[in-house]
Structures are given as structure tokens and as C-alpha cells.
């Protein structure tokens, strides 16, 4: 997916305001397995497009403890809106899980453009609302759901990514031990129970 259809997947942008962003020279760069793109307490300054690869979002507790926010795989967007908008020290950490590309543009530049030009306002505001019900969603899941429920949600949200992401780090997404997980997934499934039959009148 290139850079500007992972932007256009959200909202449509013609060429006069995609040349805008051009104009900020959007950098391919790559990333090695484990390396960070943003450290906690550094300052947040780029939005970051995948190429190829997959990125984790993810906090640390005071006792080193990590709890993962989100995962980020091919045309999704990470950079830590929360960071950037606020310009002070990052309170998460992004970190590339596999070998990654990806594409790099200043946030400012981009803040610039959606100050100005009505098509990256639009694109903004419905960023905001995906990731505003991105997080209802995922305070549902933790507030309703029992274990194996989430796990299930997770991997009917994210396809794929379950045979890419380490069993430690499904964990630390859905709150749970890695132990708790292995069990889940070595869990037969419950058996459907036929429909009811319905009586003749």
C-alpha cells in the first residue's frame, strides 16, 4: 500500500492536497526488529505510514511491566496522536516487531495542511472519530468481556496478526498472563447446539 492510499483509506484527498504534503518530502525508512521509533520521554515529531512490517504501540509501569496499546501492520498509521498533540514527553513507546518500513512526515507539516486545506481537515476529523471508537471499543472489551471473548475479538479485528505477534504480547494487549493465553488458545471450542425444533401445532 503506498503512503498515500494508507492516508486516502481514511478520506479521499485529490492531488492538489496531496502535492501539499509532497512538498514536505515524506522519507522511506527502515527499521530493524526491536528497534524504536519513540521512547518514552523523548518528544513525538513524525507520523509514520507501515510499508511493510508491524509496529507496536505499548506503555511501561513502573515496575518495567508492558501493557500494549495497539499493533500497527501494512497501510496503518502510528506516530502517538496523544504525543504529538500535546509536544510534551512521550508517554508511549513505538517499536517495530518485524523487520519495517516505513514512511516518515514531520507531524507539523501535517498539522500545517490540516489548518489550511479543507480535505486534510476532513481526513483529521475522521482519523479522530476512528480512533475515538477504537477506544470505546477496547474499554468495552475490557469492562464486559471475559478472556477468551477478547482474544476471539482480537483476532476477528486483526486477521493475521496472531501468527505474527509473539504470545507474550497478545497477552499484554488483552490484559492477561501469557500462561492464561496458552491456555485459551489450547481450549477446545465450546460445541454449537443444534437449532430447537419447533412443534407442530
Do not use: C
Not at 154 to 161: E, H, K, M, S, V
Request: net charge positive.
Amino acid at each position: 500500500m503506498s503512503f498515500r492510499a494508507a492516508f486516502e483509506a481514511i478520506s479521499p484527498l485529490g492531488d492538489a492536497s496531496w502535492r501539499q504534503l509532497e512538498r514536505a518530502a515524506p522519507e522511506e525508512v527502515r527499521f530493524a526488529k526491536g528497534e524504536r521509533l519513540l521512547s518514552e520521554g523523548e518528544r513525538a515529531r513524525f507520523v509514520f505510514g507501515v510499508k511493510q512490517g508491524l509496529l507496536r504501540e505499548f506503555y511501561v509501569d513502573q515496575d518495567g511491566g508492558e501493557a500494549t496499546r495497539v499493533f500497527i501492520a501494512e497501510g496503518g498509521l502510528s506516530g502517538s496522536l496523544a504525543d504529538l498533540l500535546s509536544g510534551e514527553p512521550a508517554l508511549v513507546n513505538i517499536e517495530a516487531l518485524e523487520p519495517t518500513r516505513v514512511w516518515r512526515v514531520p507531524f507539523a507539516h501535517l498539522q500545517a495542511l490540516v489548518d489550511t486545506d479543507p480535505a486534510w481537515a476532513r481526513l483529521a476529523l475522521r482519523q479522530a472519530q476512528g480512533l475515538y471508537l477504537r477506544k470505546v471499543r477496547r474499554e468495552h472489551e475490557m469492562l464486559t468481556m471475559d478472556a477468551r471473548a477478547r482474544y476471539l475479538a482480537f483476532r476477528a479485528l486483526n486477521p493475521g496478526l496472531d501468527s505474527r505477534v509473539p504470545l507474550h504480547l497478545v497477552a499484554s494487549y488483552l490484559g492477561i498472563t501469557p500462561v492464561h493465553l496458552s491456555r485459551i488458545r489450547g481450549a477446545p471450542r465450546a460445541p454449537r447446539r443444534p437449532p430447537a425444533r419447533r412443534r407442530r401445532s
